[in-house]
């Protein structure tokens, strides 16, 4: 049964930074690339970072470009993504899946997410 449990969320102030992980299990997640997407309150879930199953690879909204950054450890099973000089904007419940599109396709799955909560 797959699984995706993320954490590392919390609140901070504005130019403060925060580390994501996802872990996976369940799925040949190795075996593919990796995203993190955000939903904010009243708002579409939207892609953040996405990165290739060997991790040589990736790539960034452009509203987080410069300022997030997504790897992974395919010995953990684990995807992280590191968000540095946080913005209010930012504020949002993080999730991980596989295979990212953006804007995000309909999964079957998503897992329970993180709140990252960015005062000003």
């Known amino acids: 049964q797959e699984q995706l449990v993320e954490s590392g969320g919390g609140l901070v102030q504005a130019g403060e930074s925060l580390r994501l992980s996802c872990a996976a299990s369940?799925?040949?997640?190795?075996?593919?690339?990796m995203g993190w997407f955000r939903q904010a309150p009243g708002k579409e879930r939207e892609f953040v970072a996405a990165?290739?199953?060997?991790?040589?690879?990736?790539y960034c909204a452009a509203s987080v470009k410069g300022r997030f950054t997504i790897s992974r450890d395919n010995a953990k099973n684990t995807v992280y993504l590191q968000m540095n000089n946080l913005k209010p904007e930012d504020t949002a419940v993080y999730y991980c899946?596989?295979?990212?599109?953006?804007?995000?396709?309909?999964?079957?799955?998503w897992g329970q997410g993180t709140q990252v909560t960015v005062s000003s």
């Open positions: 369940g799925h040949t997640y190795n075996n593919h690339a």
């Open positions: 899946n596989i295979n990212p599109t953006d804007p995000p396709k309909e999964y079957d799955y």
């Open positions: 990165i290739s199953s060997s991790g040589n690879m990736t």
